[in-house]
């Protein structure tokens, strides 16, 4: 039962990495698309906000499958 509960959680954070990210790259986009000219800027700190979501998922899912023994 805890084998499907790690895997469960697992799965939660790659799903809530997922969105996250998703949601950062459609505003990037739609900041870009109203100011071209700090289009450097902003893909800058997409680029970092992204890193660290994928920082605490890829975390996430370290403990869930730790949790599991």
């Known amino acids: 039962m805890t084998g499907t509960l ?3 959680g697992a ?3 790659a799903l809530a990495a997922g969105l996250g990210i998703g949601k950062i790259g459609a505003s990037a986009m739609e900041s870009i698309a109203r100011q071209p000219e700090a289009a ?8 970092i ?5 994928e920082a605490v998922a ?3 899912v370290v403990v869930s499958m730790i949790s599991n023994g």
């Open 40 to 47: 450097s800027k902003i893909q800058t700190a997409m680029l």
């Open 6 to 8: 790690a895997a469960i």
């Open 11 to 13: 799965g939660l954070a």
């Open 49 to 53: 906000a992204a890193a660290f979501i």
């Open 58 to 60: 890829l975390f996430a």
